[in-house]
Nanobody
């Protein structure tokens, strides 16, 4: 069964850091583009960051630029999101997404069929 599983969420004070991981299994994901989305209570799921299948192209939503870094390991099956200078508005459930040929982004959210179960990130003020 093809799946992606997130880990690394937790509770952190404002200004702190967390590193999320997304591990893929069931088939080689080295040719999949991957990304992170988040959903805060009462809000729609929103794009956070994406990375191409080769890892050379990355994209971020404006609110996290300069604070978050997306990366993936050499075999392409694990993706990371290093989150620094966390703020209370970053509080959300963070989801890993993967697509066989489209780079995940907000306007493609309905095309994404492979999602993780989500990991909670809570930033206290």
């Amino acid at each position: 069964q093809v799946q992606v599983v997130e880990s690394g969420g937790g509770l952190v004070q404002a200004g702190g850091s967390l590193k999320l991981s997304c591990s893929a299994s069931g088939r080689p994901f080295s040719t999949y583009a991957m990304g992170w989305f988040r959903q805060a209570p009462g809000k729609e799921r929103e794009f956070v960051a994406s990375i191409s299948w080769r890892g050379g192209d990355t994209d971020y939503t404006d609110s996290v630029k300069g604070r978050f870094t997306i990366s993936r390991d050499k075999d392409g099956n694990t993706m990371y999101l290093q989150m620094n200078s966390l703020q209370p508005e970053d509080t959300a459930v963070y989801y890993c997404a993967a697509h066989p040929y489209l780079v995940p982004r907000q306007d493609r959210i309905l095309t994404i069929t492979l999602w993780g179960q989500g990991t909670q990130v809570t930033v206290s003020s």
